[in-house]
């Protein structure tokens, strides 16, 4: 006896349908996910071992050539400097150069007076990268005293970031998977496999100073030359360079069962 045709109909479709297993968690859509959302944070501190520091030569004359002449002058004055000191030139950059003329403004309109510059102004800025921490007072104290008139910017390095990265990333691994495992218990369930993670990571360094030998630059450079200007016995230094903060944070999320 033939099958109706509705028959056929709910035969076929029951063969095309798929078998009815459990969907991964990861495959299930976000609103019926359960899950524990934790961050872990970590910080370790380091000890710099390493300053870079950027000063400024600026020389201001009538004439074009005579404010490079002098800027020239200031600048080989202080590469001197840091020869005999011992920091190699490997180390050592000149990285900014700029010479403009300066013309006279009148103070009611804001506006050109006339066409001829009153005087040029030559600059440049030297990057010095110390290693001997140590060195940091007496060598900036020398700049400041050999040609240079600008603290462009200090700032106090480690030169194993990745590795104390790894090692605070790790710690904030912990720090999550513990932050789970106590929220898990209080709930009363399971942490289960984590299904998503992202790490952020911040620190490695200090840096003070300002541009253009105001500010934060100008307070430092008249710090170093009041301890400098005496000439006298040293007194010990000056600056607790103390430790850099490497910081990890990771934010996890684990499945619950």
């Known amino acids: ?27 299930l859509p976000a609103p019926e996910r359960r899950s524990l959302n934790v961050s872990g944070s970590a910080e370790i501190k380091v000890p710099p071992d390493e300053v870079l520091i950027s000063v400024g030569v600026e020389s201001r004359a009538i004439a074009l050539a005579e404010a490079k002449r002098l800027n020239d002058a200031d600048v ?3 590469l001197a400097f840091l020869r005999a000191s011992g920091v190699p030139d490997k180390d050592v950059q000149t990285d900014y150069v700029n010479i403009e003329p300066r013309y006279p403004y009148d103070n009611s309109t804001k506006v050109v007076a006339r066409l001829t510059p009153e005087f040029y102004v030559a600059r440049k800025s030297i990057g ?3 290693t001997r921490i140590g060195a940091y007072e007496s060598v900036l104290a ?22 104390h990265r790894d090692a605070a990333r790790a710690l904030a ?11 898990a218990h ?3 369930v399971r942490r289960g496999a984590v299904y998503s993670v992202s790490e952020s990571y911040s620190g490695g360094w200090w840096r003070g100073g300002g541009w253009g030998g ?6 430092m450079q008249n710090v170093v030359q009041q301890a400098g ?13 103390g430790q850099i903060s490497v910081n990890a944070t990771v934010s996890a999320s684990f499945a619950i069962e």
């Open 128 to 130: 010095v990268r110390l």
């Open 1 to 27: 006896m033939p099958r109706p045709a509705w028959w056929l109909l709910l035969s076929a479709i029951l063969i095309a349908a798929p078998s009815a297993a459990v969907p991964r968690f990861s495959e």
């Open 173 to 183: 691994i912990r720090a999550a998977q513990d932050k789970a495992d106590a929220l």
């Open 76 to 78: 080989a004055k202080a």
């Open 142 to 163: 020398g700049l400041l005293a050999n040609g240079a008139q600008h603290v462009h910017g200090i700032e106090f390095r480690t030169s194993q970031l990745r590795k």
């Open 186 to 188: 209080e709930l009363g």
């Open 214 to 219: 105001a500010g934060g630059g100008q307070m």
């Open 229 to 241: 200007d005496e000439g006298g016995e040293d007194d010990g230094a000056t600056l607790a360079v």
